[in-house]
């Protein structure tokens, strides 16, 4: 018997695949199109694991695809300008375009030993003109559209290198630049932007329409940040300035004892008095030094400078001070927030910090889950205390465990406060009757007052509790009476540890103020207003509205929509990428290229100075042109643009990579996008993904597509880790390389072992060992079919079982590769042949139809995953045409019949337990089973079953 050897079939079967141009796509033929790609790569040079595993299962996919029937398109390119090759090159001493199209060279040597199906006539570079052209084409519709413009905007910079950083190039304690160790600084500059914002909405609403990852969503949700609130003009006394406020709270205004202004803010020097001015300026100057990324992180450290000036409250007509703080950016919002302390947490941690006025003018006030007003009571508002006492010679704090109406709950120590009582009186009140102690001592009180709404049925009445928090000590109980008999009637004193208070106590509310007792935060939610005017009472929601149309009469606010997106900034002041096609007269200003001139061609042969300025600067023949308007003199701008508009809209190139006289035919677009299936890294989850989706909304407003949204469907990928567990790297020395893999085991073995590791989307650690399990799969198969081709006579007597078995397997591994479920398919796989090892064990292998069936059969399911030694396979048991090009095998469902299935039984909607019955049990065989379960019975032991559902094959759901 021939042994498997993938060095020799490997290369064998690329060069037919090659040749015979199997992985062609007939663009033509769209009614079962399926476009499915990994996501651009950038050309470094080298391989690694990360990039098989998004190469080898997209092309899993597409195989599979292939097999059912559709008409695949796959291919890959590379996104080829950026920094990394302009560092290389400055480094080496070599041209970015020589270092790249070498690495561009490597890349597909590599790439050819996955064996990935891609159609080659279709890839394309970022770094060639055919490409390049469309984005300055792209560039000037958008300009046209008024969607591409030209803005100040506070960006890092280098001032050795003469260069704009992006945060990630920023690094150390000290910001320094990653090139040149020189420290970073602020600097404001005029950048070239695209108007994403202007698609802010659309972006947010399309996102239901999409197949993508929950996680996905909700990243660029966040991202998008869309807040509805109103903008509030604040009036600086004795000046005619006006600061504008944008919030999401205008219920808490009342609250607002202070504000808060971007150190950026023009009218920070304005307002700024001559006594605050030196420390002002001097705050202005350390922000300088910070990226933006480490103004949010320094979230944690508030620093900030008052500037002496103060503003008018719109509502309480009170001065309020301004003081500025790296924590408000003057790229969100307006600049400015008005701080409500009592409300947000960074504005309280800020009033705490410089000892600021804090204002609670909200009250948390919800109806109490466990005993919830009754619609035969009226409702009474109580002042309350609740108060936590604490036995000093213990450790162990007081609770009540209440008894009959009020059954089951159990709470602080509690009671209202009469006319003329302090809280702490009342408190300590409660105390003596409840506790019969006389010598407790208030140690704490709670700043906020909270409020909730339950059923005090012993009282016969609702209670609304207005509610202050406290806590009290004993120094131990020696001097504690009898508690007297009418309060032990109503409820048991019990003392229990400070870990088993929280989850003793029934209220929420009373949890809430046991938390804020311990680690006393802001109240960020809604509620009740309180000491607010005329509006004290009302609801955060009624507030709102009534608040902005009062200060809307005063032509001092108005409702307004805000979101935390920013524009698409796209200057680099880089060499290495697409030259903006935008011309410079001083007789006529800005002028675009005309679109006949295009592409502005980017040298390939510069010079790197010293001066760490683009090279393009110091190139008279690029620079230099003629006005497109007056033929003047005029000069090229010498930016170039972020290399994310490279992969904005290559997937729509990769479908008419070789058209010269327009970026896609649009008739061809529309027939075969939007993608059926995009596979990349979740790092790509904001800007990629969301420039992809800008872009495709504009060509769609203005070049004719007919769909709004890129791709269907997006998987991501998990993250590969290194054999330690860490995240691959070589400082690291945890890196593994594809290639020794391949050399030792074969791709097949590696792409096998990559999708078998884990669940696709969560990675995990390269285990070095592993991979010889795959080899091992391997090996078994390719003995069993050898064994096959050499056995003598045929042996039906485990046909039957031997077809049962296999049409198992492919049921299993056509849902779960449906699913992406890699790794549970190949499992299938493996037990099926360890199964036919079985049956060779029992009665031996023959030449019976059971057996070809099963070994063909599990040859196609395989080919998907191992494209190499599946088509050695298949080409050894007779076949002629390739396996890839074969019809996907189909179940037989009399054959795959369970005689048992296992159900999910839930009690108000989570899953407590898992039951295996009969496959044709009825329903209500099926219900009278979950309840006799030992954990179900436990969970609705003495409580009705109100409800009962059953879905078949899949779970019993029981309501209590």
């Known amino acids: 018997m021939r042994r498997y050897n993938p060095k020799e079939i490997e290369p064998k079967w690329q060069q037919v695949w090659a040749e015979s141009g199997i992985y062609k796509t007939d663009m033509s033929r769209t009614a079962d199109k399926f476009y499915v790609i990994p996501m651009l790569p950038y050309p470094s040079g080298d391989l690694h694991i990360g990039h098989w595993y998004n190469f080898g299962p997209t092309d899993t996919v597409a195989r599979f695809r292939r097999m059912l029937g559709n008409n695949v398109l796959t291919t890959i390119g590379f996104d080829a300008f950026g920094l990394p090759a302009e560092n290389a090159a400055i480094k080496r001493g070599i041209q970015p375009a020589k270092w790249t199209y070498s690495n561009i060279d490597s890349m597909k040597r590599q790439i050819a030993q996955i064996g990935a199906s891609y159609d080659w006539d279709h890839t394309l570079a970022t770094c060639q003109p055919d490409f390049y052209r469309w984005n300055q084409w792209l560039f000037l519709r958008l300009y046209e559209k008024g969607l591409a413009y030209r803005a100040k905007r506070v960006v890092n910079w280098c001032p050795k290198d003469q260069t704009v950083l992006a945060n990630e190039q920023v690094v150390g304690e000290d910001n320094v630049c990653e090139r040149c160790g020189t420290p970073v600084i602020q600097k404001e500059l005029e950048q070239w932007f695209f108007k994403i914002t202007d698609y802010a909405e659309r972006l947010l609403d399309d996102l239901e329409t999409v197949e993508w990852p929950q996680k996905v969503k909700t990243m660029q949700v966040n991202w998008i ?255 504690q009476a009898e508690i007297a008999a009418s309060e032990k009637k109503l409820h048991t004193l019990v003392w229990v540890d400070k870990k088993e208070v929280l989850d003793r106590l029934t209220p929420e509310h009373q949890k809430l103020v046991w938390n804020q007792l311990w680690d006393e935060t802001s109240l960020d939610d809604e509620g009740e207003l309180i000491d607010s005017g005329k509006y004290t009472g009302l609801s955060s929601a009624e507030a709102r509205d009534k608040i902005v149309a009062d200060l809307a009469k005063e032509d001092v606010a108005k409702e307004q929509v805000n979101y935390k997106l920013r524009d698409w900034l796209i200057s680099r002041q880089r060499y290495w990428g697409t030259p903006i096609p935008i011309i410079y007269c001083e007789k006529c200003g800005i002028r675009p290229v005309p679109e006949a001139d295009l592409p502005v061609i980017l040298p390939e042969d510069v010079e790197f100075e010293l001066s760490g300025q683009s090279p393009l600067t110091h190139r008279p023949d690029f620079v230099n042109t003629s006005c497109p308007e007056c033929g003047g003199p005029a000069k090229r701008e010498t930016d170039t643009m972020d290399t994310f508009v490279d992969s904005s809209w290559y997937f729509l190139r990769y479908l008419d990579a070789k058209n010269d006289k327009a970026p896609f035919d649009t008739d061809l677009i529309n027939r075969w996008m939007p993608m059926d299936h995009y596979i990349g890294g979740i790092e790509h989850a904001i800007l990629h993904l969301l420039y992809a989706r800008f872009v495709t909304k504009f060509l769609h407003d203005n070049y004719g597509l007919d769909f709004e949204e890129p791709f269907k469907k997006l998987t991501n990928q998990g993250i590969i880790l290194g054999p330690d567990g860490q995240k691959m790297s070589k400082s690291r020395g945890n890196v593994v390389n594809p290639d020794e893999q391949v050399n030792s085991y074969g791709a097949d073995s590696l792409r096998l072992y990559l999708m078998f590791m884990g669940p696709y989307e969560q990675g995990g650690p390269y285990d070095m060992s592993g991979i010889a399990g795959s080899r091992r799969f391997l090996d078994r198969l390719w003995v069993l079919v050898g064994e096959f081709l050499e056995a003598e006579g045929p042996n039906n007597s485990k046909d039957l079982e031997i077809a049962a078995t296999t049409h198992k397997a492919i049921k299993k591994v056509s849902r779960d590769l449906g699913q992406l479920g890699f790794n549970t398919a190949i499992a299938a796989m493996m037990s099926l042949v360890n199964e036919l090892y079985k049956i060779k064990a029992e009665t031996g292998i023959s030449q019976s139809t059971g057996w070809r069936f099963a070994l063909e059969t599990l040859t196609q399911l395989l080919a998907p995953f191992a494209p190499h030694i599946t088509e050695e396979i298949w080409e050894s048991l007779g076949h002629d045409s390739s396996i890839h090009i074969s019809n996907w095998p189909l179940w037989d469902d009399k054959l795959v019949a369970e005689e048992v299935i296992t159900l999910a039984v839930q009690v108000n909607g989570k899953v407590r337990s898992e039951i295996v019955v009969a496959a044709d049990i009825t329903e209500e065989d099926a219900i009278a089973a979950a309840k006799s379960d030992e954990k179900i019975a436990t969970q609705i032991a003495g409580r009705p079953v109100k409800k009962a559902i059953y879905v078949p094959g899949r779970l019993v759901s029981l309501v209590i």
Request: proline share 5%.
């Open 225 to 479: 940040g869309k807040s509805q609130g109103a903008l509030i003009k604040f009036r600086v006394p004795d000046t005619r300035h006006q600061i504008e406020v944008f919030t999401t709270r205008p219920d808490t205004i009342y609250g607002a004892t202070y504000m808060v202004l971007a150190p950026e803010h023009p009218l920070v020097k304005v307002i700024t008095t001559d006594e605050c001015r030196p420390r002002v300026e001097q705050y202005i100057e350390e922000t300088s030094h910070k990226t933006e990324l480490e103004r949010k992180e320094g979230e944690k450290h508030k620093t900030g400078s008052f500037t002496g000036a103060y503003v008018l409250n719109p509502a309480t007509k009170e001065k309020i001070p301004i003081w500025i703080a790296d924590y408000v950016l003057f790229s969100y919002g307006t600049g400015a927030i008005m701080a409500v302390p009592a409300h947000d947490q960074r504005d309280y941690e800020f009033a705490k910090k410089f000892n600021l006025p804090i204002k609670q003018v909200i009250m948390p006030c919800e109806d109490d889950s466990t005993n919830p007003p009754k619609e035969e009571f009226e409702e009474v508002e109580r002042p309350t205390v609740i108060v936590h006492l604490l036995d000093k010679s213990t450790g162990k704090y007081a609770l009540l465990d209440w008894h009959e109406s009020l059954e089951g709950i159990t709470t602080a120590v509690m009671g209202g406060i009469e006319k003329g009582q302090t809280p702490e009186q009342a408190a300590l009140n409660e105390i003596k009757e409840e506790a019969s102690i006389k010598d407790a001592k208030i140690t704490k009180k709670l700043a906020w007052v909270t409020g909730a709404r339950y059923c005090a049925s012993h009282k016969q009445q609702n209670r609304k509790a207005v509610a202050y928090g406290l806590v009290a000590e004993v120094e131990n109980l020696d001097n």
